[in-house]
């Protein structure tokens, strides 16, 4: 059965020694290695879902009066698309699962890509030969972030239009162009013309994960080029020899096993948890807007940045030159994400190391780039968390504008604390390795 | 009898020797053989019964209305039958297959020979071309003027010149106030401490510059700045509902009800809590926008209703590049 299978394949396409050599690929093994396929597997539930919600969802935002089986927005004037989404919550079985599992989905992949970056980051594997493979991420993450704000913009529910209001005025305060630009995309002045949400839908569904699986596949083949990295320990790794489990029989079951149970996971919180119950949110107006609202997780950080700025526009004669979302909602992640794609050039400079890198550092063994890394991610965190000071307002009752204050000036203090003290322990812990290290000698003598 | 027994049980001797395998001469093992583990297997088939008890499961969810809770349960059900399968999996990577541990050479860093083939081949082919600084720069214009040409239809997309629409206002002179309901709103039901939302009537509601918000102040608090002399209707002030820092609707109206009355009224944009104050003119007193609430002019009609004056004294909405504005910079609160 097999033999006979096999040859019928290789007789036709030749294909025996690659797949030969495929099944013995070497998969080095760590735990940390596994967000990446965390994040992989994600992506697999976010377009078996996905395309399961394109047969019902409704592109139009012409005007509708909604009769339907969710009482309390009887008669409630809403888009096609909005009430399309709704009936896909309430009549379809089983939409509302599907919905919130691509919800949740969608939490996972992003989730999964930043610890998945975060990994790559504080263990050097970005290093020389595998830049292509980081840059290429780096666009992942960037393009997960996009598609996620148009996924949950499509809804045309009262919190995703606010969002979409949002993302107006920052296209708007580009400058120079900001406005020509709002204007081809909008299809007009907000909230757009009858163009814009087809736009919004077929870039979400077709144009973007498309992007994305291209990107994906290079990534990985990039990644199998060159071989995985791998940690020294005491199994024998060196720059030159790569250590590592054969995709088949060993790899191949514990990564179908880790697929699955990411699948299961994702399906029982989109089953269980529920995730923007978007018939209590009620339709979008231009002129309507909720208490506490807040965009997905993901996009927290922009909202905190777009929140902390204090009300400068730069102005020039009477005329508004740079307004003020262009700071906090462009400029800001132009400088995290313009961190992130410069520094492999920044470190090869500032260390002058030059050489190729199959071994991963530890974190301790860099302090240099942990406590780098960990001034920026507590930078980005407590813009983050100045974004959640309204909820604190509303939970514990401080007020809100000194809240804000405080985080004005945290927001520089805290990571040049942070990337201190990282760099601190880890110059201790190198200090208790040396010693280990020396008393182990001393023994063996 | 003993014959045909023995007939039956030869024919069939022959017939399973026939659909047996052939046997084939001993190789070399690729994978390391390992000892058998009943209890492992017995648990990854157990595993992939349950989850195709759960796999049926989610069907018999699926297909029973009568059931309460239908979205949980069939989450329930596929989400065990996922981990179910996927356990399995795990089962056999750490128990039912052989770990092996291999290594190879992580390969060549680079290939320095067939780097320079390559490059001599790109050198050797162009050796015929003399004028090769033009050359790289007629090709360098073909690609740009090519790729502009490719581009130029995206200006389709929308109305990328035309900002008219982007300063556009529903307002004129006389433009009746109409809330929510569609009915003129009358000076006398605007009552202090709480906001309204109006629209031009017979206007697109959903128009950036068509919503207002509008708030009766306490007498002798209005203290608005000489360029906005007259815009209130004794204590009634009109502002455009949107905000001017990211386009949300300004839908709170910060003010206390119960000493101390401080600090004072402000209308506050829930997105990213830009503060307004009504009394000033819409003058920026906390948070990121950077220029003022854009102020309508009304004015009672002699029915009692209000009416707009005229149209913003301000672009309302966010600000773009070159946008005018009268009053960019916030101002102490008063």
Redesign the interface.
């Known amino acids: 059965m097999i033999r006979g299978a096999v040859r019928f394949i290789d007789q036709r396409t030749s294909s025996a020694p690659l797949l030969r050599k495929g099944l013995r690929y070497l998969f080095p093994d760590h735990w940390s290695f596994l967000l990446g396929e965390v994040a992989l597997y994600a992506f697999v539930v976010l377009v078996g879902t996905g395309i399961f919600l394109t047969l019902f969802y409704d592109d139009s935002t012409s005007s509708v009066v909604y009769h339907g089986s969710y009482k309390p927005l009887e008669g409630q004037e809403m888009t096609h698309a909005y009430k399309s989404v709704l009936d896909l919550s309430t009549v379809v079985k089983p939409g509302l699962l599907m919905r919130q599992t691509h919800h949740w989905a969608a939490n996972v992949f992003i989730v999964a890509i930043i610890l998945h970056l975060l990994r790559v980051f504080f263990t050097g594997a970005y290093r020389k030969p595998r830049e292509l493979t980081y840059w290429i991420g780096l666009v992942m993450l960037m393009t997960t972030l996009l598609e996620g704000y148009i996924g949950y913009s499509l809804v045309d529910d009262l919190l995703s239009g606010m969002g979409l209001a949002i993302g107006y005025g920052v296209a708007l305060s580009i400058p120079f162009v900001g406005a020509n630009l709002a204007s081809l995309i909008w299809d007009g002045p907000f909230p757009g013309g009858p163009a814009f949400f087809p736009r919004m839908f077929i870039t979400h569904v077709l144009f973007l994960p498309v992007l994305i699986g291209t990107l994906l596949a290079i990534h990985l083949l990039l990644v199998t080029m060159k071989h995985h990295t791998q940690f020294r320990d005491a199994r024998g790794q060196t720059e030159r020899k790569v250590v590592g489990v054969p995709a088949f029989p060993g790899q191949a079951p514990r990564s179908l096993g880790l697929f699955l149970i990411t699948a299961g996971v994702i399906f029982l919180l989109g089953g269980l948890a529920q995730i923007n119950p978007i018939w209590l949110w009620g339709p979008f107006h231009t002129y309507a807007s909720t208490n506490g609202a807040q965009p997905d997780w993901y996009l927290g950080w922009l909202i905190g940045a777009l929140r902390l700025v204090p009300g400068w526009d730069l102005v020039v004669a009477n005329r508004t030159v740079i307004p003020n979302p262009f700071w906090g909602g462009v400029l800001f992640p132009l400088v995290v994400f313009g961190f992130a794609f410069l520094w492999p050039f920044l470190e090869r400079r500032i260390t002058g190391d030059y050489a190729f890198h199959n071994v991963l550092d530890r974190p301790r063994d860099a302090p240099l780039r942990t406590a780098v890394g960990m001034g920026v991610v507590t930078w980005v965190f407590i813009v983050f968390l100045a974004g959640s000071a309204d909820r604190v307002t509303v939970a514990l009752g401080f007020d809100y504008e000194t809240q804000i204050w405080v985080y004005r000036v945290l927001v520089w203090i805290v990571p040049l604390l942070v990337a201190g003290l990282a760099y601190r322990v880890c110059v201790e812990l190198q200090g208790i390795d040396r010693v280990e290290h020396d008393r182990q000698q001393a023994e063996a003598v | 009898m003993s014959r045909v027994r023995d007939l039956v049980v030869s024919g069939a001797v022959v017939l399973v020797s026939k659909l047996a395998p052939r046997p084939r001469p001993p190789r070399e093992r690729v994978?390391p053989p390992g000892e058998p583990s009943p209890r492992a297997e017995l648990l990854a088939i157990g595993l992939l019964g349950l989850g195709s008890v759960c796999s049926l499961a989610f069907i018999a969810a699926?297909a029973l209305?009568r059931l309460g809770g239908?979205?949980?349960?069939?989450?329930?059900a596929?989400?065990?039958?996922?981990?179910?399968?996927?356990?399995?999996?795990?089962v056999?990577?750490r128990h039912l297959?052989?770990?092996?541990?291999?290594?190879?050479?992580?390969?060549p860093?680079e290939h320095p020979e067939e780097q320079e083939t390559i490059a001599a081949l790109v050198e050797d082919s162009s050796s015929r071309l003399t004028r090769k600084r033009l050359f790289k720069l007629s090709l360098f214009g073909a690609g740009a003027t090519l790729g502009a040409a490719l581009l130029a239809p995206?200006?389709s997309?929308?109305?990328?010149?035309?900002?008219d629409?982007?300063v556009a206002s529903p307002w004129r002179r006389g433009t009746r106030l109409v809330g929510e309901d569609g009915r003129p709103l009358r000076a006398a039901d605007i009552e202090e401490r709480t906001f309204y939302?109006a629209?031009p009537e017979g206007a697109d509601?959903?128009?950036?510059a068509?919503?207002l918000v509008v708030v009766r102040l306490p007498p002798g608090s209005l203290n608005l700045p000489p360029a906005n002399t007259g815009y209130d209707a004794g204590g009634i002030v009109a502002y455009s509902?949107?905000c001017t820092?990211?386009?949300?609707?300004?839908?709170?109206y910060r003010t206390p009800l119960y000493a101390p009355a401080d600090p004072a009224p402000a209308l506050v944009?829930?997105?990213?809590?830009?503060t307004f104050d009504p009394a000033t003119g819409g003058t920026?007193t906390?948070?990121?926008?950077?220029?003022k609430l854009p102020m309508l002019p009304v004015f009672v009609d002699g029915r009692g209703e209000l009416r707009a004056r005229g149209t913003f004294d301000d672009p309302v909405?966010?600000?773009?590049?070159?946008?005018?504005?009268?009053d960019?910079r916030?101002r102490a609160p008063q």
């Open positions: 994978v699926y209305d239908q979205t949980q349960l069939m989450g329930l596929l989400g065990l039958a996922f981990v179910a399968f996927g356990t399995a999996g795990i056999i990577a297959v052989v770990t092996e541990e291999l290594s190879e050479d992580y390969g860093e995206l200006a997309l929308g109305p990328v010149l035309d900002l629409r982007f939302t629209f509601r959903e128009a950036m068509a919503s509902k949107i820092h990211a386009g949300c609707a300004i839908s709170l944009c829930p997105c990213h809590y830009s920026v906390f948070g990121p926008a950077g220029r909405g966010p600000s773009w590049w070159g946008v005018r504005s009268r960019a916030p």
